[in-house]
């Protein structure tokens, strides 16, 4: 049976189009506590895409970090993309990939989405935004991010995904890991996959709202997929710790309206 549970997706065109070094049969459990009784792994069916795609889980009773992993061996001056769908209830999700140089130096790459907010900050939120940092288990959110590899490293690097320091559950799907060495932008997709039918798509740049795309359908569409050259999955990762990237505003034929975020919107980065 195929079963979607967006009516749109938002995601850079190589997800799609390129090699992924990560294999799905080589997932293993990881714990970094020795308490593993309180955690619980189980490994399903049902993506982002459809619902034939791998998902895995991972629970935590107590507040710890517990993982899935897989073992790669990067290349020296070589750009990679790493990401995944996430789906959390409660938890704080990290992404992580975790290595030594031939220098004995730690090479350590994070993406973060972490449950909840300060009430100081309530009034600054839009109330989706506060829903999303709540950590509700009905959406997929994709979390991605390049990573550099400028100098040798020793053997394979470590790639988790998983709970972070808190309880609850996170959900990866459709991970990825791309050699992107060369590429100075990649497009966007815009996808409309089979479920509600749509009426109108357009991106904006999330922090200032400026519109860059937009396609309207006089007669709503519920199969549609573009790759849009004026979206760039690189936009927002300049240094900073807070990644605001792409927005795709999805409008529905019924009037509901949704936002579909590339990457999620809140995801921070450890440098």
Known sequence: MNWILF??????????TDANLFSEGRWQRRVDVPKEDVCRWEKSRGGPFSGDEAVWK?????????????????????????????????????????????????????VYLLGGFNSCLDRYLRPELKEQLGGGGDTWQLLYRPIDVTEDLAGAVQFKFGVFMSTGSVEMSHPFLIDITGKDRIPLIAEVTGGKAV????????????????????????EYSEALDAADAFRGFDGSTRIDGNMLSVTYADGTMENVYAPQEGASLNH
């Not at 009516?7 to 799609?16: G, I, T």
């Not at 970090?65 to 409660?90: C, D, K, P």
């Not at 009426?199 to 922090?207: D, F, N, T, Y």
Request: a positive charge.
């Open 199 to 222: 009426s109108r798509l357009a991106v904006e740049l999330v922090g200032l709202r400026d519109l860059q795309w937009e396609k309207r359908f006089p007669v709503p569409a519920a």
């Open 58 to 110: 991972v629970a935590s009773l107590e507040p710890m970090s517990a993982f899935w992993r897989q073992n790669v061996v990067l290349q020296s001056g070589h750009r990679y993309l790493m990401g995944a769908w996430i789906r959390r209830e409660r938890a704080r999700a990290l992404l992580w990939c975790y290595g030594r140089t031939k220098k004995d130096k730690p090479y350590d790459k994070r």
């Open 7 to 16: 009516a749109a997706l938002f995601y850079p065109s190589v997800v799609k």
